[in-house]
């Protein structure tokens, strides 16, 4: 069974840094694209960013591009996403998702991440 576990967030000031992580089990890591999503209060679901199985390319929404950095450990099973010079705007809850083959089929169950001063 596909178990996604995201940690790391929490309260950050403007300008901050946090680092998210999502611990994968039920299935062989290394062989899947995986990508962050947000939701933030009361807004859609948008895109953050994703990285290949190989890791050998990463993409990122623009409103993240530069500030944002995903990446992972096949090793450890394990999906990361550096975050700095947060913004209020970078509030909302953070979800490890699994491209899987017919589509994005594995969620976890959310960090919250809140920015205020």
């Known amino acids: 069974q596909v178990h996604l576990v995201e940690s790391g967030g929490g309260l950050a000031q403007p300008g901050g840094s946090l680092r998210l992580s999502c611990a994968a089990s039920?299935?062989?890591?290394?062989?899947?694209?995986m990508t962050w999503a947000r939701q933030a209060p009361g807004k859609g679901l948008e895109w953050v960013c994703g990285?290949?199985?190989?890791?050998?390319?990463?993409y990122y929404a623009d409103s993240v591009k530069g500030r944002f950095t995903i990446s992972r450990d096949d090793a450890k099973s394990t999906l990361y996403l550096q975050m700095n010079n947060l913004k209020h705007e970078d509030t909302a809850l953070y979800y490890c998702v699994r491209d899987g083959a017919y589509g994005y089929d594995s969620w976890g169950q959310g960090t919250l991440v809140t920015v205020s001063s």
């Open positions: 990285i290949y199985s190989d890791g050998s390319k990463t």
């Open positions: 039920g299935f062989t890591f290394s062989t899947y694209t």
